[in-house]
């Protein structure tokens, strides 16, 4: 039994629309996290967070060294993460678009 193989341009716009909400999905979980002054230390958590820094600190840190966070006393709010998801949505779309034709 011979299965089709050919890929369109809609399954790899989907496939990538699917990546694009799995990374949105990940940067809105780091945020939540940033809320969350300590957690508790069980292993599988601990793989689970590391997981999340590494896939989304290197995008997060672009944004992050052009905008510093904004000091209210003894406070900061970051807002580079709202600029960076505001960024990723907008590009991503486009990029979407332009595969899907």
């Known amino acids: 039994m011979i299965l089709p193989l050919a890929i369109t341009r809609v399954d790899v716009a989907k496939y990538v629309e699917t990546l694009l909400i ?4 990940l940067i809105f979980i780091r945020i939540l ?3 969350i002054p300590r957690m508790p230390y069980y292993r599988w ?3 689970v ?3 999340i820094h590494e896939v989304t600190d290197p995008y ?3 944004f992050r060294r052009f905008m510093p966070p904004l000091r209210f006393g003894g ?4 807002l580079s993460a709202a600029v960076a998801m505001f960024v990723l949505i907008i590009v ?3 990029v979407v678009g332009l ?3």
């Not at 406070?75 to 970051?78: K, L, T």
């Open 49 to 51: 967070l590391t997981f």
């Open 92 to 94: 991503g779309q486009i």
């Open 22 to 25: 799995v990374y949105y999905v």
């Open 99 to 101: 595969i899907h034709g």
């Open 60 to 62: 997060l840190n672009i």
């Open 45 to 47: 958590l601990e793989v």
């Open 75 to 78: 406070a900061g709010i970051d």
């Open 33 to 35: 996290l940033s809320w």
